[in-house]
């Protein structure tokens, strides 16, 4: 089972492009070959002219005129001439296919800028006329590109607009052109391939061509309506895909991750998708070399792609145990990484921590990596001073809410492996990390503590409770983890939060994490007895056996405005804990 939480675009995210203007295929003109503002209305009348020299020249200085000061003012400028219709026109006629490449460019970069500008390429019924542009081999591959780009522009601005062109077969037509350039790239390559069997994009229209495709696939790849509803459309799309991110091209992973990564996203829970389409180990690995080779634009994506493994069918994440994930996760753990990336990378293992048995023994048997969790169980930018948490002099330089983030994920590692996990396997982790349940009763003195944190304190604890209990049995022993939370006035800090969450879920929790400490530290035989059977554990407060393992098992997604279907993402906004 999965869990979907919402969450709004951090500052790795924000940045990336739903729109592109293309400015960098050619070369900008010198300032003596500006086109200035007041010579369109000059430009505009050549464009009406028959003659075919004049046409052409007017375009180019039109496209050039875009180009040299890329902004929305540029594309308002060329708006305001009313050539829509000319342009239309160009584009439906006969002429040659150097003029229709120009048009589709300027359509474009108008596409590129604000909402009402790229509006208005809709309403102009420009749609279609460029879809059969990219769909007609005649105009040449160059046309066919550009014009697929000025539509992923459109696709950009909404997902009403994504929807429109699912529909009408735009991402089929994507397909198309990128499988028959790989089989044009995986022929050329043969006879020049490496060593090491390795396939790259030697053609520059190739080249160009690919880039261009592979953004606009990207894009059209993002959710934000009934994704599920059109699950055959992601077949072919996430094929494709899965042949590109095979290429050693860095310039190409990040696109290609984004697309296997918004494809994951929309067909989360589409079981039918799985039947028709699988993930296979080659990707699997390519990804982890990504992770632990590639840029930071483009780790972002492998990472994303990763997490959405790691949520998916079981088989799946399975795959990703016979890669060296673990090892190529620890880089991006180092305090100096960004913390969302540090937080994507938690994820990742709580999700395996969530899977099974063998998953968390995985996680377990990973010494840098359970350490660098362990010390995340603290209050972010304090320290522990004389039985409180201090803010140290420099704290101010320390982004606080953003490592909160990090503490999160960390907290639901641990209380995967202490759920999910075999009695040998939680027997492990406490004894290769003696002070962690300590670290955890220290956490829940800190006062300013969220909900979720404070929840997954309590889950965890209530956790660790219920199966050492079980290790002490008929023994009539004490149980030393009780004693430790004890020791470390726990009781005294779960009276503050009864009374700061009163009436609340948390509330809840402590009520049933007092009962169980106290009543463990008097008889652990007979509390393990009541808290396995639902109706007494109900009867004395405390969590019973089946409310404690229906936490657990539970991979989660996280989603944006636009990761996924819409009914998900809806799904994930009614989960925010406010």
């Not at 550009?146 to 459109?154: D, E, K, M, T």
């Not at 696709?155 to 790989?182: H, N, P, Q, T, W």
């Amino acid at each position: 089972m999965t869990l979907d939480e919402f969450q709004p675009e951090d500052d790795l995210l924000a940045a990336i492009s739903h729109k592109l203007a293309n400015v960098s295929m050619y070369k900008v003109p010198s300032p003596g070959e500006m086109v200035e503002k007041n010579d369109l209305p000059t430009v505009k009348y050549l464009l009406y002219s028959s003659d075919y020299c004049k046409i052409k020249q007017s375009i180019e200085l039109l496209r050039k005129y875009l180009v040299q000061d890329n902004n929305q003012n540029s594309a308002k400028d060329l708006l305001s001439l009313d050539i829509l219709p000319r342009i239309k026109e160009l584009l439906r006629s006969n002429c040659e296919n150097v003029i229709k490449f120009e048009c589709s460019w300027i359509l474009t970069n108008i596409a590129a800028g604000i909402g009402s500008q790229t509006n208005t390429i809709v309403e102009n019924g420009f749609v279609d006329v460029l879809l059969q542009c990219v769909n007609d081999k005649k105009c040449g591959l160059e046309l066919n590109y550009q014009a697929a780009w000025a539509l992923a522009n459109i696709a950009g601005e909404s997902s009403k607009y994504r929807e429109e062109l699912m529909i009408k077969g735009f991402c089929d037509s994507l397909v198309r052109i990128l499988d028959e350039i790989f089989d044009e790239i995986q022929d050329l390559s043969l006879s020049s391939r490496t060593a090491s069997g390795r396939m790259f994009i030697s053609d520059r229209m190739y080249d160009a061509a690919v880039e261009a495709l592979m953004w606009s696939l990207s894009n059209m790849a993002r959710g934000g309506f009934c994704t599920a509803d059109y699950w055959e459309k992601y077949v072919p799309m996430f094929q494709v895909l899965s042949k590109y991110i095979l290429l050693e091209v860095p310039k190409l992973e990040a696109d290609v991750c984004w697309g296997i990564s918004r494809i994951l996203y929309n067909m989360h829970d589409v079981d039918i998708f799985y039947h028709h389409t699988s993930i296979s180990d080659t990707m699997c690995q390519r990804l982890i070399q990504i992770l632990s080779h590639g840029k930071t634009d483009n780790v972002v994506p492998a990472l994303r792609t990763i997490i959405n493994i790691s949520s998916g069918p079981t088989q799946y994440v399975s795959k990703l145990l016979n890669t060296p994930i673990l090892d190529s996760i620890t880089r991006l753990l180092d305090s100096q990484v960004p913390c969302e990336l540090r937080k994507d990378s938690y994820l990742v293992i709580s999700n395996l921590a969530a899977g099974s048995e063998e998953t968390v023994d995985f996680v377990i048997k990973h010494t840098v990596v359970m350490q660098n969790v362990i010390s995340h169980i603290r209050v972010p930018g304090h320290i522990y001073d004389y039985g409180e948490w201090v803010q140290p002099q420099n704290y101010s330089s320390f982004d606080i809410k953003a490592e909160w983030k990090v503490t999160k994920e960390a907290l639901w590692i641990v209380f995967n492996l202490a759920t999910v996990g075999s009695d040998t396997s939680v027997d492990c982790l406490l004894k290769q990390h003696p002070k962690m349940p300590e670290e955890l009763a220290r956490l829940l003195k800190y006062i300013d503590l969220s909900s979720e944190v404070c929840e997954k304190i309590l889950d965890t604890m209530i956790s660790l409770i219920q199966r050492t209990n079980k290790w002490v049995g008929d023994q009539q022993g004490k149980n030393p983890y009780v004693r430790l939370f004890l020791q470390n006035q726990t009781p005294v800090a779960i009276s503050t939060l009864q009374d700061l969450h009163y009436g609340t879920r948390i509330s809840d929790l402590c009520s049933k994490l007092a009962n169980l400490l106290l009543l463990s530290e008097e008889n652990v035989g007979y509390t393990t007895a009541i808290v396995d059977t639902d109706n007494m554990a109900d009867a004395f407060g405390l969590p019973s056996l089946a409310e404690i393992k229906s936490k657990s098992h539970k991979r989660r997604v996280i989603r944006g405005r636009e990761d996924g279907d819409v009914r998900l993402i809806e799904n994930a906004v009614n989960n925010l804990t406010l």
